[in-house]
């Protein structure tokens, strides 16, 4: 509970931090890595899907967790190197909230179009199955 009320306290977003690195600097840090890692394996995982709409889906979360992963570690540079505009961790908290905006639009797209397009591409594959000449995928 104390960890939340911390979330939400003018001085830990728009104080200019101190020259050492806080705990709170670290889990971001951690976090924006671990975005980036994640990243790279979706990008590793979407070879092997064969349907290209849930292929679609693997690349829009590909490009939010690529973004937002590149973006808060070149804040984290700022931070480690205490470079006094950019190291605030109100940037840290614009990379975040602009990345929850994104993944809040990626929500969108999974509940409004993304069964639509699945049926449509098995209906398509379906279709194209009794067509003469190259199968597409």
């Known amino acids: 509970m104390i960890m939340w009320a911390k979330l939400f306290d003018r001085n830990l977003w728009f104080a200019q931090p101190s020259i050492v690195l ?10 924006f890595a671990a975005c980036i890692i994640l ?7 979407e070879r ?5 709409v849930k292929a679609k889906l693997i ?9 937002i992963g590149i973006s808060g ?16 961790r ?3 908290g614009l990379v975040l909230l602009t990345g929850l905006v994104w993944f809040l639009f990626v929500i969108k797209y999974l509940i409004f179009k993304f069964s639509t397009e699945l049926k449509e591409y098995e209906h398509t594959l379906i279709r194209n199955k009794y067509i003469p000449g190259p199968k597409n995928r």
């Open 90 to 92: 109100a940037w840290a």
């Open 22 to 31: 806080a705990h709170t600097d670290l889990y971001l840090g951690y976090f």
């Open 73 to 88: 570690l070149v804040w984290f540079g700022f931070r480690y190197e205490n470079t006094q505009i950019f190291a605030m």
């Open 48 to 52: 092997f899907v064969i349907n290209k």
């Open 59 to 67: 690349d829009r979360l590909f490009y939010l967790l690529l973004t």
């Open 39 to 45: 990243a790279i394996v979706l990008k590793l995982s």
